[in-house]
């Protein structure tokens, strides 16, 4: 079973920049597509982003394109999301999963629906 750890969520002012960090466990990390997702008080899980297994290729949702970046780190198990310019809209619980690939079609859609991980808030004030 896969099991990930989310970290490095906080609170920022509207423009400022987070970090989030994902820690996967339970699988090969580098035969998997990663993705984040984030999730609003009362509203479905969204994905926001995804990477293919080697890191050549990314998909960006288009309200975060330009100010996200997703990468991660094979040797280390552990995948990352480098958020800048942040809005207040940005304000969600983010989670991460393993997907079943990186694509418009594949992004939204983690390998194990229904088991996630704690996730790490981010909220940015105006």
């Known amino acids: 079973q896969v099991q990930v750890v989310e970290s490095g969520g906080g609170l920022v002012q509207a423009g400022g920049s987070l970090r989030l960090s994902c820690t996967a466990s339970?699988?090969?990390?580098?035969?998997?597509?990663m993705g984040w997702f984030r999730q609003y008080p009362g509203k479905e899980r969204e994905g926001v982003s995804c990477i293919n297994w080697s890191g050549a290729r990314t998909y960006y949702v288009d309200s975060v394109k330009g100010r996200f970046t997703i990468s991660r780190d094979n040797a280390k198990s552990t995948l990352y999301l480098q958020m800048n310019d942040l809005k207040p809209e940005d304000t969600a619980l983010y989670y991460c999963?393993?997907?079943?690939?990186?694509?418009?079609?594949?992004?939204?859609?983690?390998?194990?629906?229904?088991?996630w991980g704690r996730g790490t808030q981010v909220t940015v004030s105006s």
């Open positions: 339970g699988l090969t990390f580098g035969d998997y597509s």
């Open positions: 999963a393993a997907l079943m690939g990186c694509s418009y079609s594949e992004y939204n859609y983690p390998l194990e629906p229904g088991r």
